[in-house]
């Protein structure tokens, strides 16, 4: 029998009465209500309060550290270094996680933890943590891309050499790894081109902003099982994490996945979790760990910094026939950035004969780079969107226009070596060009920005299982972490399925000890992975319920049916049974075969890209440099929004993040290397009075090979927003900004220049 | 902060002896919005939190013939909600309104935005363009000072040990007078002025200026009482040409440094808009006063 | 150093505890009471999440000392409604979608309720910058305000 990857049972015509509308979030009521469990919200018997002490120094090395005085202060029960953490050598994938979890021989970036203490009250752990004497040998530091990489640059790993470059001198260096991709032939491709448009572009890094801190609360019981409570997105993956670095079998690991406040790629690694659970060893009680807003910003990974050059050219007709890039990303001090998402995405939406690009991963003096939304590509997609307006303009052709020349479609084969089955880009475009907001003149004294993006979505590793009650209620068990309340479309796919009401079927997130392995919530895989694997369970749970009522009619299995939440004969000819419930079926169990429960575990394949269009209104104050966004439209296609509202707010977050990230978002530091601005006071995030309504536009051109021929959505949306934002300004100065965040200093100079260079 | 102790004393005797305690180092906690956050960031290590919320002369908005009184411990919510106050200061009020959120402003006060002495506070300028002055109480007696004189640098004030400001009071009104308070910032809320012009003035029948005050802060260790802004525009109608000389003023008058929040150049630049906006903002409501 | 003894009501039921006098009063009605749903997100007054009313005035419970809350009256987002009986801005959340990772709802629910109180038909821009001092980094605010505006009809209507 065809498998659910091989066949997905995907039928276009199909009468959907669940998929498709808007229920009630079965998180909501919680939610709302203040009930609902977050990281910080447990409380166990006989708790500490674990505090971690971190390093002021952006690069330094550490010579001793003394805790002989803190142990001493009385309510505290336990401190930790890095000497109670199993040895694993430098330069090693699990050797570089534990360093960069606590300090080891140095500590690479302001804020690294060097040790960590677990008390009876929080104010203990603090008085505590300024007796933990640490005696550093402070090393010159670096933080930008350019001088990382420069000649004298300070050298953070003396092993470090460039992966992925042969040709790079065996000496020290902090460029980690060099990738390079290629399409056609460069040259030639520029030769055909009649207007090349070129740039630098730089972005300084950003926060995922998530407003929840990260908390946990580790429980290393007497005989060696670990329970950890914690908002993730990755249970499964902190398991195996915490595993390898702490030295502790995964079986005798169970992570419980709390509510979620907020992510976006930001907490798929650990921070407090690895050190709270050897505090808990060491004290022999549970220790909860919560971090404050100002270690967020000091410890926990941002998104990458980077410096870019891309060149494009294109023809007359508007055909853009080659396409060039030099790419830097920070990663902070270890490598993992993900960076090579943006070569595979930032030309992939074009059908470019050549392209040829030159990415770099950089390591320096900061914390370690985490993923957000689409990591790696929107700061690129930045200047590529800008260019491709260029060479619009130049033209003088429509930018939904251009775009739609080059618009790649079914059978493209990309850079990264996929080829499509049915995409809509197009359609995309073309329902963007026909939106209200498009169709209507810009303002005097407004510009706007057209700009649009493309994501992989993934699919990968998920496991699930299904309960069917006494009752007929369902249980489902997933573990890919819900974010944003991805369970209602898991429990509306199944309901469909099974042809009952949706408030029949609960989704629990379930801990690592009950579920196979299931991949990070990221790649925006959740609502299309988890999908799969449901559908599966309710598949195999229909076909037992089929087996169970064929068998108490005396029929074969072939001669029974299942519709609308009921087995019934498959015509008038096998019999005149009455159609049974799930209930009836499952109240009769204890004398059959036992419960009806399926299980589910797969590598999903079958994701498919989703691509996505925003036009932006802006206004920009000349006197100042400041931005007012008016308007902001999103079109996007998402195959088949099961859950329409849940799919729009996943577009206007993504907007508004972008929005952030475009205007204002940025690390500063100081001199010293010390981050400046390590809370929300000037880490400007933007606030309800900042943003506009944002209309959006859901594109439905179906994955055939989803059983409802769903794509995800997360990502997509956030690709295209700086560039929206940056060819939105471009249209109201005339002159284009290209280092990001187009702060009002920085736009300021723009229409100086601009003014001084037209008087 | 581990032995901290915090006390609430209900007459004003009592906190200025409490504050003039040479044995033990307090702080004023009235809003506690900055208070909170500095205490809980180790700036500040008081060993007693003197509560002044329920000291009598320190509670209330009092009006007489004109001229009113805030008292120093009242929330800037509760001033938003004063109606005679908001239609009398409009540009002091344009100030207030920023120093934070609905929340924040649920519990700050003007004279804790003074107090806590950043020269980038909103409540400030306009209330030294206002002519505004504080009324303190301390171990010598009382005493009042004008709201220019407490900032000397940021974190400092000219308040000595155990003195206390009780209230502010605001000067009555002339007719044709008008107040207003601008302030850059990057967001529409929630963000620390990166510069901030106030201008009062005051018009004859002719519209024609006979008293101005500009204060801008942001653009020194101190606010700026610049009296070459405010010569800008007396005797004139307040037109292009006084607006370009007071935006000249302006930049002239800044001497602000490069910070987290704003550069140098930027500062002096922008801060010339911001002026000539808060005087355009003035002068309106002056004439429709 | 010794702990003050605090007598306050919170949701209508009083309550005693003991606390160290530099609390706050979000960690003390999270650690102490254990009322969870006021949330924490950066114990500087910035992002909102911790709105609570005091003496009926809204404000951000991380700022409040909780020794000062003595003789006082909080509300938390524990007393707003239940199941049966939800706030009207809490069904339209609901209905409206105004949440998606929900730690930021709480504060907002919060706050949103003292808007409507004073202002019964707030404009987009009033509830906007009402709204300033709530972080939300998930929804893009879109729905929170549309929740507020539909809530706000409700609320009219029926008196």
């Known amino acids: 029998m065809a498998t659910i990857l091989e066949e997905s049972g995907f039928n276009p015509g199909a009468d959907l009465k669940i998929v498709g509308t808007n229920p009630v979030k079965h998180d909501g009521l919680d939610k709302v209500l203040g009930r609902a469990k977050f990281g910080a919200d447990v409380y166990l018997p006989g708790m500490l309060y674990g505090k971690i002490v971190r390093s002021p120094h952006a690069h330094a090395k550490i010579k001793s550290i003394d805790i002989s005085e803190a142990i001493k202060i009385p ?561 996007q296609d998402a195959g088949k929004a099961i859950h329409p509202l849940q799919v729009e707010g996943q577009l206007q977050g993504a907007a508004i993040q972008g929005m952030g990230w475009a205007l204002n978002e940025e690390y500063i530091y100081t001199q010293e290397g010390k981050l400046d601005n390590p809370g929300f006071l000037d880490y400007r995030m933007p606030v309800a009075s900042d943003a506009p309504m944002i209309d959006c536009k859901i594109v439905e051109v179906p994955n055939p090979l989803h059983p409802f021929g769903l794509r995800g959505v997360g990502e997509v949306p956030v690709v295209p927003t700086m560039a929206a934002v940056g060819n939105a300004i471009t249209d109201a100065l005339g002159i284009r900004p290209t280092s990001l965040p187009m702060s009002p200093p920085k736009l300021l100079d723009l229409i100086e220049n601009r003014n001084t260079s037209s008087s | 902060m581990d032995q901290v102790r915090y006390t609430a004393p209900d007459t004003l005797d009592a906190a200025i002896a409490l504050l003039s305690d040479d044995k033990a180092d307090s702080t004023i906690f009235a809003g506690g919005t900055d208070v909170m956050v500095q205490l809980h960031s180790d700036l500040i290590e008081p060993e007693v939190i003197v509560n002044v919320k329920n000291i009598p002369e320190l509670t209330g908005i009092k009006e007489t013939e004109g001229v009113y009184t805030i008292g120093a411990a009242t929330p800037i919510a509760e001033l938003q909600e004063h109606r005679g106050f908001c239609k009398t200061w409009p540009g002091v009020i344009d100030g207030a309104e920023l120093i934070g959120s609905v929340q924040v402003k649920g519990r700050s006060t003007m004279v804790g935005n003074l107090c806590n002495a950043s020269p980038a506070a909103d409540s400030v300028p306009p209330s030294i363009a206002a002519g505004a002055i504080v009324n303190i109480a301390g171990p010598d007696g009382k005493r009042v000072a004008a709201v220019e004189d407490i900032v000397l640098g940021p974190r400092k004030t000219s308040l000595k040990k155990g003195e206390i400001i009780v209230s502010m009071t605001f000067p009555a009104r002339s007719l044709h007078s008008g107040d207003a308070y601008l302030r850059l910032t990057p967001r529409t809320e929630m963000d620390i002025a990166i510069v901030g012009a106030a201008v009062n003035l005051t018009l004859d029948d002719k519209g024609i200026c006979t008293a101005a005050r500009v204060a801008l802060g942001a653009v020194a260790p101190k606010f700026l009482l610049v009296q070459e802004c405010a010569d800008a525009l007396i005797g004139t109608k307040v037109g292009k040409n006084a607006l370009d000389a007071l935006g000249k003023a302006a930049s002239n008058a800044a001497n602000p440094i490069t910070d987290k929040r704003g550069t140098k150049e930027y500062r002096v630049k922008t801060i010339s808009v911001m002026a000539r906006r808060a005087a355009e903002r003035a002068v309106k409501r002056a004439r429709e006063n | 150093m010794s702990k003050a003894h605090v007598t306050t009501t919170v949701n209508g039921d009083e309550y005693e505890f003991l606390c160290e006098p530099q609390q706050s009063l979000v960690t003390v009605l999270r650690d102490e009471l254990r009322l969870s749903g006021t949330k924490e997100g950066c114990s500087t007054g910035d992002c909102g999440a911790c709105s609570v009313m005091m003496d009926d005035r809204l404000v951000c419970s991380c700022l409040v000392l909780a020794v000062e809350t003595d003789g006082k009256h909080i509300e938390t987002i524990e007393g707003m409604g239940t199941a049966e009986d939800l706030h009207p801005l809490q069904r339209r959340f609901l209905e409206i979608n105004g949440l998606q990772c929900g730690i930021c709802t709480p504060g907002i629910l919060i706050a949103a309720k003292a808007l409507l109180k004073k202002n019964p038909n707030p404009s987009e821009t009033e509830i906007r910058f009402w709204l300033a001092g709530n972080l939300c980094r998930c929804t893009g605010y879109d729905k929170i305000i549309r929740s507020v505006q539909a809530a706000a009809e409700d609320m009219r209507k029926a008196k």
């Open chain 1, 75 to 635: 309510g505290v029960k336990a401190v930790i270094t890095a000497a109670d953490f199993p040895e694993l050598p430098q330069g090693s994938g699990w050797g570089d996680m534990s360093r960069t979890t606590i300090a080891h021989e140095k500590v690479l970036f302001d804020g690294h933890p060097v040790a960590a203490i677990a008390a009876i009250s929080e104010q203990v752990a603090k008085r505590a943590s300024k007796f933990i004497k640490v005696d550093y040998e402070v090393l010159p530091h670096v933080i930008e891309v350019e001088d990382a990489i420069a000649e004298d640059a300070p050298i953070l790993h003396e092993y470090m050499r460039t992966k992925g470059d042969e040709t790079a001198p065996d000496v020290p260096t902090n460029i980690c790894e060099k990738m390079v991709s290629k399409v056609g032939d460069i040259d030639s491709g520029f030769a055909l081109a009649d207007y090349i448009v070129e740039n630098d572009f730089d972005s300084k890094p950003m926060h995922q902003g998530y407003i929840e801190p990260q908390g946990c609360i580790a429980d290393y019981s007497q005989d060696g099982l670990v329970e950890l409570w914690t908002c993730t997105q990755a249970p499964f993956v902190y398991r195996d994490r915490l595993s390898a670095i702490l030295k502790i079998d995964a079986a005798k690991i169970n992570v419980q996945q709390s509510e979620l406040g907020g992510g976006f790629g930001g907490k798929t690694g650990f921070y407090a979790e690895p050190l709270a659970i050897l505090l808990s060893k060491k004290a022999n009680a549970p220790v909860k760990m919560t971090l404050t807003r100002t270690e967020v910003f000091r410890g926990t990974g941002p998104v990458s910094g980077t410096k870019s050059r891309i060149k494009m050219g294109c023809k007359k007709n508007g055909k853009i026939v080659a396409a060039e890039a030099e790419l830097y990303f920070q990663t902070g001090p270890y490598t993992g950035s993900m960076y090579f998402n943006a070569p595979n995405a930032m030309f992939t939406r074009y059908d470019l004969p050549n392209i040829y690009i030159e990415a770099y991963e950089v390591v320096s003096n900061r914390p370690k780079v985490n993923s957000f939304r689409a990591p790696c590509v929107p700061q690129i997609v930045f200047g590529v969107e800008g260019l491709v307006d260029d060479m619009a303009k130049k033209i003088g052709m429509d930018p939904i226009d251009f775009r739609l020349k080059n618009a790649a479609i079914e059978g493209h084969t990309t850079i990264y070596g996929d080829t499509w089955g049915p995409v809509g880009f197009v359609e995309t475009l073309e329902a963007a060009k026909a939106t209200e907001h498009y169709k209507t003149p810009v303002k005097s004294g407004e510009g706007r920005g057209v700009s649009c993006g493309f994501w992989f979505n993934r699919g990968g590793e998920t496991a699930s299982s299904m309960t069917l009650a006494p009752d007929g209620t369902v249980t489902i068990s997933t573990g890919t972490a819900d974010v944003a309340g991805s369970r209602i479309s898991i429990a509306m796919m199944a309901a469909e399925e099974l042809g009952i009401d949706v408030d029949k079927v609960r989704v629990k997130m379930a801990d690592t000890n009950s579920l196979g392995f299931n991949r990070v919530t990221a790649g925006s895989r959740t609502t299309f992975s988890v999908g799969m694997v449901v559908v599966d369970n309710a598949r195999k749970c229909i076909a037992e319920l089929c087996r169970r009522a064929a068998n108490e009619w005396g029929v074969a299995e072939e001669e029974v049916k299942f519709e609308n939440g009921e087995v019934k004969p498959a015509s008038s000819n096998v019999g005149n049974f009455i159609p049974m419930s799930i209930s009836d079926i499952t109240s009769k169990t204890t004398m059959t075969n036992g419960a009806i429960v399926s299980s589910s575990s797969m590598n999903v394949t079958g994701a498919g890209p989703g691509f996505g269009v925003h036009i932006v209104d802006v206004k920009v104050d000349e006197g100042t440099g400041r931005v007012d966004v008016l308007r902001w439209t999103v079109v």
